[in-house]
């Protein structure tokens, strides 16, 4: 046991911190694919993660994010001009 330098309280060295639910892999990875770029709070303090983790984790989320924003972009730029096509030959 050691104590506390703060409270005094004694503190057992083999009890690990509690863990919140949202910090389980399952609820971390649901609110990657959910909410994407929004859910990296949950990631960066989960205090399972290495640090390591968490920068790759950041990383892929971050370049998953503007390829699909890429991606989506030039999806709509296609049906606008599609589109745009279409209402011309009327």
Not at 37 to 54: D, G, H, M
Request: with cysteine; aromatic share 14%; proline share 6%.
């Amino acid at each position: 046991m050691i104590k506390c330098p703060h409270c005094g309280r004694d503190i057992d060295e083999t009890s690990q911190p509690e863990i919140r639910w949202y910090h389980s892999d399952f609820w971390v990875l649901f609110a990657l694919l959910c909410a994407g770029p929004f859910a990296l709070r949950i990631v960066c303090s989960n205090p399972r993660y290495k640090p390591i983790t968490k920068w790759i984790i950041s990383l892929l989320v971050i370049v998953v994010t503007v390829i699909v924003t890429i991606w989506l972009y030039y999806s709509l730029k296609s049906t606008y001009q599609t589109l745009n096509q279409q209402l011309r030959g009327l």
